[in-house]
């Protein structure tokens, strides 16, 4: 997998912040041409389509945030309040650091649930000081509760995904930056939003319900079994585990996370070794790799016209 980048914001994050690896390494980027975009043998088939604009490279993620910052301020600005557009710190992978899923960063960080590994910020020039601070700063207590609510809405309104209309009132304003980024470039085109939909319909139905996947899970789940974690059917639940662990911990009224103790955090890590290990053993992970390819190119296959009229359109 190439490098592990995160993001960190200017304005501070509520509750618990979980680090997503960007696309692998070959994702093809914003530079490259359609075509070379869809041959890419390192990516399966319905994949190169839906990650045909990533570009994850710290110029372009700030590139992008800064677009959807600017309509967060003018939406702001409808709603009779001043927002400035806060830059972002994009981080990578110390030197020397393991990268994420190998055994190495299971031995240090199990999951990264409770400890993290360092990053190095890959970024300069961006002022670490919220410049929205001295705004909400001289507003009283009415004041700053309307001007978050502005900006952040009820928060009542579950995922925002790919296709979903802004709605100010459970997004806020925020929901602009989200509906840039989710449905810009052909996202919000039925074309794309079918094709996503259908990638997600693999990974949570269809992969889990393939009889060699079933098979070898359920070689995986006695390897677990024999390591000391017993009752786990399939992959995907080990890590889950270790969520739920971390999600114990948050106090929901101020959703600050309380300290883990030292048996948490040894019994994260001896889950996280034992995953890898029986994942190695019973060759889980490249077999799932190869059912997930042939599952989304028979999507590809039967829907080719479309996909490739529709990257014609988003592709250059």
């Not at 890419?40 to 372009?60: C, I, K, Q, V």
């Not at 677990?224 to 399939?234: E, I």
Request: glycine share 8%; with cysteine; aromatic share 6%.
């Amino acid at each position: 997998m190439g490098r592990l980048v995160r993001i960190m914001a200017v304005s501070a994050v509520v509750g618990l912040t979980a680090c997503t690896a960007a696309p692998e390494a070959g994702a093809p980027s914003a530079q490259e041409s359609p075509s070379a975009a869809v041959e890419r043998a390192d990516l399966a088939p319905l994949d190169s389509y839906l990650w045909l604009h990533e570009d994850n490279g710290p110029a372009a993620i700030q590139e992008r945030h800064l677009r959807g910052e600017l309509l967060v301020a003018e939406c702001m600005a409808e709603q009779g309040f001043e927002y400035l557009p806060q830059p972002i710190s994009v981080q990578e992978l110390a030197p020397g650091e393991p990268e994420h899923g190998s055994r190495e960063f299971a031995e240090r960080y199990g999951y990264g649930m409770f400890r993290q590994p360092q990053y190095v910020t890959a970024t300069e020039g961006v002022d670490p000081v919220d410049a929205n601070a001295d705004i909400k700063a001289a507003m009283s207590l009415a004041e700053r509760t309307e001007y978050d609510r502005a900006l952040h809405g009820t928060g009542e309104g579950g995922y925002f995904e790919s296709g979903d209309e802004v709605d100010l009132d459970t997004t806020g304003c925020w929901g602009m930056s989200l509906d840039h980024d989710l449905n810009g470039g052909g996202k919000d085109d039925p074309v794309f939003l079918d094709a996503s939909a259908y990638a997600h319909h693999i990974d949570e139905v269809l992969l889990e319900a393939d009889p060699r996947v079933v098979a070898a899970d359920a070689q995986w789940s006695a390897c677990m079994a024999d390591a000391g974690w017993p009752g786990l059917t399939s992959q995907p639940e080990a890590a889950s585990l270790a969520i739920d662990w971390s999600r114990a911990l948050v106090d929901p009224e101020t959703s600050v996370m309380a300290r883990p103790d030292d048996q948490l955090l040894d019994d994260e890590i001896s889950l996280a070794l034992a995953d890898v290990d029986c994942a190695t053993e019973t060759g889980l992970v490249p077999l799932r790799d190869e059912v997930r390819a042939e599952l989304q190119q028979a999507y590809v296959d039967q829907h080719r016209d479309e996909l490739e009229a529709w990257r014609q359109t988003w592709g250059s």
